[in-house]
Structure formats: structure tokens, C-alpha cells
T-cell receptor, first 114, second 109 residues
Framework: ETGVTQSPTHLIKTRGQQVTLRCSSQ?????VSWYQQALGQGPQFIFQ???????GRGNFPPRFSGLQFPNYSSELNVNALELDDSALYLC?????????????FGPGTRLTVL | GQNIDQPTEMTATEGAIVQINCTYQ??????LFWYQQHAGEAPTFLSY????GLEEKGRFSSFLSRSKGYSYLLLKELQMKDSASYLC??????????FGRGTSLIVHP
């Protein structure tokens, strides 16, 4: 059973550019959630996808968008990057059971915006 | 909305016991999670509570009181490798977890 993987591990962009981050879910998981974690903070929920449909969204602007593919892998796209977008971006996969939806996190992508 | 509060930092001695508290205010409640996160790594699942009481798993235990909006994580026989951030996360009506900012635990010899 493979775990959650993310790519790339590190990324440096400049303000105004666009970025795409990728995530492969753990085998058998049909739900993926994306989080932004600033230094010294807890993960902040961006959005969740369940069976290729957005299933919830946190307090992030529309320039944060996502996709989930039929194989349950996922992308996070961020347009018009701002300095404050510098953070660790975590992807977590789970199986929705309506209760103990334990999230399995990937290693994250460290994004630096200059 | 949801609000989760936990101490920013705690220190403890190797071999000791430490209790990390978490208080929360949520609209709806469907469970509380504790995660451990070492510096530069992803969070890993420690425990899940949905009913009041204590859940024990090896050196780690987690307690929940829904009426008080309160939980704690108890770590026994502390080891140096337990130095990490401990995240409390609550799922409300949407089943999507809201995380606290984490408690940084420093274990010293």
C-alpha cells in the first residue's frame, strides 16, 4: 500500500506567477483535502474533493483552485502568487465514512514566493 | 465558525508525563483528532475521540469532554523523539477538520 505523495518537494516562484502542485492519494482513498500551513501555525483548510467534485472550501480566494482526477490524484493551482502564499502545502487523503475520517498526509510542498 | 485553542509551547523532562490541553467552540461536532508533526514533516495521526472519556493507545492517551468543549493529550514516559508539534483538530457538521495552531513540545534530558 503506497502512501500519499506530493510533488514537487520545494518550489520557488516570484510574485504574480502561477503554480501547480500535485498529489497522489493513498490507495483506496476517494477524498483529498488541501491545506496551507504557514510557519508556526496549524494547517488551514483550502478545499476538499470527493469523487472529482469539490466537497467543501475554506476561506481562500478564487485564485486557489483544484482538480481531482478519476484515479483520485489531485492538483492545487494558485494564480497571481502573493508573498503571503509562501507556506507548506499539504495534501491529505481519506475515505469518507461520516465519522472517523482519518486524514493521511503527504510530505508537503514548500512554496516560497519572492 | 470554529475556534480551537491550545498552548503555544510546553517543555518537559525525559521520562516524565505531560498533558496538552485543547479547548474548542464549534458549530456541530463529529469528532476530535490529535496529530503529531515533527519539524519539516507531515502531520501523523495519533488519536480520535467522538464520545466522552479516555482513549488509551500505548504511551499516548486522549480525553474528551463534549459538554466542556475540552480535550487533552497525555504523553507518558516521555522520550526525546516526542519533541514535536501536537495539533488538535475538530470536525464539525461538515466532517472537515479545523486545526488548532499546534503546541510545540520540547523534551529535554
Amino acid at each position: 500500500e503506497t502512501g500519499v505523495t506530493q510533488s514537487p518537494t520545494h518550489l520557488i516562484k516570484t510574485r504574480g506567477q502561477q503554480v501547480t502542485l500535485r498529489c497522489s492519494s493513498q490507495s483506496g482513498h476517494n477524498t483529498v483535502s488541501w491545506y496551507q500551513q504557514a510557519l508556526g501555525q496549524g494547517p488551514q483548510f483550502i478545499f476538499q474533493y470527493y469523487r472529482e467534485e469539490e466537497n467543501g472550501r475554506g476561506n481562500f480566494p478564487p485564485r486557489f483552485s483544484g482538480l481531482q482526477f478519476p484515479n483520485y490524484s489531485s492538483e492545487l493551482n494558485v494564480n497571481a502568487l502573493e508573498l503571503d502564499d509562501s507556506a507548506l502545502y499539504l495534501c491529505a487523503s481519506s475515505v469518507v465514512t461520516g465519522g472517523k475520517d482519518e486524514q493521511f498526509f503527504g510530505p508537503g510542498t514548500r512554496l516560497t514566493v519572492l | 465558525g470554529q475556534n480551537i485553542d491550545q498552548p503555544t509551547e510546553m517543555t518537559a523532562t525525559e521520562g516524565a508525563i505531560v498533558q496538552i490541553n485543547c479547548t474548542y467552540q464549534t458549530s456541530g461536532f463529529n469528532g476530535l483528532f490529535w496529530y503529531q508533526q515533527h519539524a519539516g514533516e507531515a502531520p501523523t495521526f495519533l488519536s480520535y475521540n467522538v464520545l466522552d472519556g479516555l482513549e488509551e493507545k500505548g504511551r499516548f492517551s486522549s480525553f474528551l469532554s463534549r459538554s466542556k468543549g475540552y480535550s487533552y493529550l497525555l504523553l507518558k514516559e516521555l522520550q526525546m523523539k516526542d519533541s514535536a508539534s501536537y495539533l488538535c483538530a475538530v470536525t464539525g457538521g461538515s466532517y472537515i477538520p479545523t486545526f488548532g495552531r499546534g503546541t510545540s513540545l520540547i523534551v529535554h534530558p
